[in-house]
């Protein structure tokens, strides 16, 4: 049986629901994760255990997903998500804290940086989706944005 970087799972009261996440590792400055819409926590585990060797990890259950809360009652639009990773963060009293997040995970990570930029020091994005309903074109040519302005109008 090999060891484990996991150290527990928990939950914490955070915006007004209960968020599931699990934590890994415990050295390092802490990396918040947070998986795309589909994916429970648990899917990271192999993430975590890699990440856990050079950082305090913590893997989120976002709302309506894994053991977090979910139901009619809750709203679930990127704000929504994007404020409950501020709340988990400032409710475990993180510092210096680097979000990484994974497809929608990482949508919840821009907005969540752009709306509390003093909350999050790094933000990773891997593989962000940038193009389907109700989303504006980004402006781009072969080197990539335009300018800098089009890339914040654009998230």
């Known amino acids: 049986m090999s060891e484990t970087l996991l150290l527990y799972g928990a939950h914490v009261h955070a915006n007004g629901i209960r968020q599931h996440y ?3 590792g415990g050295k390092g400055s802490p990396l918040v994760l ?6 429970p926590a648990i899917t990271w585990g192999f993430v975590g255990e890699r ?5 305090d990890v913590y893997i989120l259950d976002v709302r309506g997903r894994g053991l977090s809360s979910t139901g ?3 709203d679930y639009d990127l704000d929504s998500y994007a404020d409950d990773v501020t ?18 995970g990482a949508r919840i990570g821009i907005r969540a940086a752009r709306r509390n930029p003093s909350t999050i020091a790094r933000l990773l994005l891997i593989d962000p989706p940038v193009s389907g309903p109700g989303r504006a074109p980004i402006l ?3 080197t990539g944005i335009q300018s800098l302005s089009a890339l914040h109008d654009w998230v």
């Open 22 to 24: 699990l934590r890994y």
């Open 72 to 74: 009619a009652d809750l």
């Open 51 to 55: 990440l856990a060797a050079t950082h």
């Open 140 to 142: 781009q040519n072969s």
């Open 87 to 104: 709340a988990f963060i400032e409710a475990l009293g993180l510092k210096n804290v680097t979000v990484m997040g994974h497809s929608m």
């Open 34 to 39: 947070v998986p795309g819409i589909t994916s």
